[in-house]
């Protein structure tokens, strides 16, 4: 175990650091934290789950010692041949089992409660800090955590199953040792009770000692199934680009697929012989020599007094006494055998409190305030490979000194000797300056590799920017379409709402807070029903995708969008929900690369008739038409650029358009 736990570290060290995993001081710092998150207040609504619990657990303890004492008095008139004691006695049996059934099963649901109260606290506040300043970009894109999926989803239904499962099979034992040890003295006393307790503390010492590193392999299994599953997720994303090498391209994934599943099978192989064997020690030692040791404990005293001979008391009596006793004393025993076994359920927590720990400070220090330091952090170590967001060289050979990167708001979009350059190292575009004017689009134009989208993910902020200033205008001015359209889960009318949330998402949406906060974005809800679809079909025809309405089942279709469209027609949908926004200025990456000619010039000629200003990047001479400054990356050399302009407004350009029957 001790090599397989070592190999898996070095493989964690290749692709990230690996916090050390035991029950410790750090341990339960990070759990009261979690629990923090899980239990907001003693009033809270997952804390009155909790005492329903606490007194489910008092109730059942409780039914189950009057059950050993009914258990106890049916034998003794059994034996007496007593009856109609007898049959009051079971019919006491049937009575009680009634409440215990209800109880057995109302500690199982109310343990599921909990689990479920945890999961969605843990998952709601995740979901806050995930979506919070594009935090779900760094961890994804730039890397800023690996299989982010898998832990926000199994992670955190792992951690909450196992803290609402230790609650019980803590406080429980715990309740039934001193409550089965106070009916036991009445009849016993405590000094031969003590002498069960005392094998059980030795035992747990021996177990204690023989105990594998389960924490440690509960962390290890759980982040190699989630490489696993990635790696699966990796070639779903990718079937496509794979499939157009295969061969021998099925091949070698086949063979990363089954690496991946030879080091989780490898793993969980020898754990799982681990927890064999650590298992049949547990049985022997808790179960049947705690067992054996009670009954040794409460029998021999019974065939001897002071002066020898037989225990008095009739044989009833002595019947009624063995069998409560006993049962009692077995309770006992499951409880401290539990208590003492408890060890493992907590390490096995450590492991899962560690995963949920370290993704929670992961997402809190992405979404931190100073959102251009994280993206610069991660862009260093996980994007660039020459680890220099500025050559030294470029600062050194320029005129006058860079500008520090500064980040501005204003009325129009401008690039004031902003540097680009590639992740490795290599010189793009050096000191680029231009000011788009609204109603004068800016096209920038240049061969692949030129710098075009490295300056679309920068005025983004998706990029840290290098050096110089970006001037853009507020959020809300401003939108950007990229070369792949997004298209969200819902109707046809959530396609063209987007970023607003899909309708049936809003409906149900019971967080005031959240509704607040998407509220003041929501352009849809300033128009009546039939404004809305007015609007929307009147950008549907302007991107020629009226046609959708009919094929499908008008504004409430619901479809694989990804599957069912286009390339064109989804970049087309992307237009004309930038048609229903209508932003004043728009930043355009090849958006119209999959329509073809004569609907791209319709598409840009909509934008322009809408009144929306544009940066746009593209290939195609026709652009030209509707933009009025054009920007040449590359021209004169790399690094170097060339503005040229092209007309006094974007709409003389259509007026030129449609001059010649465009």
């Given amino acids: 175990m001790q090599a397989i736990c070592q190999g898996v570290e070095a493989h964690t060290k290749r692709t990230g650091p690996s916090p050390k995993v035991a029950v410790d001081a750090v341990f339960l710092r990070r759990l009261l934290a979690i629990l923090k998150i899980c239990v907001p207040g003693v009033f809270s609504p997952e804390a009155g789950l909790i005492y329903v619990q606490g007194g489910l657990l008092v109730l059942r303890t409780l039914l189950s010692d009057y059950v050993s004492k009914l258990e106890g008095r049916a ?42 109260a945890f999961q969605r606290r843990l998952t709601q506040s995740l979901h806050a800090q995930y979506c919070e300043r594009r935090a779900y970009y760094a961890a994804s894109t730039l890397g800023g955590l690996t299989n982010a999926d898998q832990r926000i989803t199994e992670d955190v239904e792992r951690f909450s199953h196992t803290i609402s499962e230790l609650y019980s099979y803590t406080f429980k034992p715990l309740l039934d040792v001193i409550l089965f040890t106070r009916s036991l003295s009445r009849v016993m006393g405590y000094k031969r009770q003590f002498a069960l307790y005392g094998y059980y503390l030795l035992v747990a010492q021996v177990l204690r000692a023989a105990s594998p590193p389960l924490a440690l392999m509960t962390a290890q299994e759980t982040a190699l199934g989630g490489a696993f599953r990635a790696a699966h997720q990796r070639l779903v994303a990718h079937a496509e680009e794979v499939a157009f ?43 049947y ?17 002071r002066g020898g001979g037989l225990a008095p008391g009739s044989q009833g009596e002595l019947t009624q006494n063995y069998i409560s006793s006993m049962r009692l004393l077995s309770n006992t025993s499951k409880g401290i055998g539990e208590l003492v076994l408890v060890y493992k359920r907590v390490t096995g927590l450590a492991g899962h409190t560690s995963r949920v720990s370290e993704l929670l400070e992961r997402i809190r220090g992405l979404s931190r305030a100073d959102e251009e330091d994280t993206l610069r952090r991660l862009y260093l170590r996980n994007v660039s490979s020459s680890g220099l967001l500025l050559p030294v060289s470029v600062s050194s050979g320029a005129l006058e000194p860079l500008p520090e990167p500064r980040r501005l708001e204003g009325e129009t979009i401008k690039m004031n000797r902003v540097y680009l350059s590639s992740p490795d190292g290599v010189e793009l575009v050096r000191e680029l300056s231009f000011e788009v004017q609204p109603g ?11 710098g075009k989208s490295s300056l679309f993910r920068v005025a983004a902020g998706l990029w840290p920017l290098q050096a110089g200033e970006v001037t853009l205008p507020p959020k809300g001015e401003l939108f950007y379409l990229s070369q792949r359209p997004y298209l969200v889960a819902g109707t046809l009318r959530d396609q063209l709402l987007y970023p607003e949330p899909p309708r049936a998402v809003y409906a149900a949406s019971k967080s005031e807070r959240s509704r607040a906060r998407v509220e003041p974005w929501m352009r849809s809800l300033s128009m009546s029903e039939e404004e809305l679809e007015d609007r929307l079909s009147e950008c549907l025809e302007a991107v020629e995708l009226d046609y959708l309405l009919i094929r ?18 989804k970049q087309r949908l992307a237009a004309a929900r930038l048609l229903f926004h209508r932003p004043r200025f728009a930043i355009l990456d090849e958006c119209t690369s999959a ?8 598409l840009y000629g909509a934008l322009v008739r809408a009144g929306i200003t544009m940066v746009s990047i593209g290939h195609r001479p026709a652009l030209r038409r509707f ?36």
């Fill in 440 to 450: 004068r689009s800016v096209l920038i134009m240049g061969p692949n590799g030129s």
């Fill in 75 to 116: 034998a003794r008139w059994a034996i007496q041949s007593n009856g109609p004691l007898l049959s009051r006695t079971l019919g006491q049996f049937v009575a009680v089992s009634i409440p215990a059934s209800i109880v057995n099963s109302g500690l199982k649901y109310m343990q599921r409660r909990i689990k479920l």
């Fill in 552 to 569: 499908g089942r008008g504004w409430d279709q619901v479809q694989p969008w990804n599957e069912t469209l286009s390339g064109g027609e």
């Fill in 627 to 662: 933009h009025s400054v054009a920007v040449h990356f590359g021209d004169g050399g790399p690094g170097h650029y060339s503005v040229e302009e092209l007309r006094g407004s974007d709409a003389d350009g259509l007026t030129e358009a449609d001059l010649q029957g465009l």
């Fill in 289 to 305: 020599g705690a067992t054996s040791v009670a009954l040794a404990i409460y029998s021999l005293p019974l065939f001897w007094q």
């Fill in 595 to 602: 329509v073809s000619a004569d609907g791209e010039s319709k």
């Fill in 245 to 287: 090498n295969d061969p021998p391209a099925g091949m070698s994934e086949q063979m990363i697929l089954n690496q991946h599943l030879y080091r989780l099978l490898r793993h969980s192989r020898l754990s799982a012989f681990m927890q064999f064997v650590q298992q049949s020690l547990d049985g022997f030692l808790v179960k």
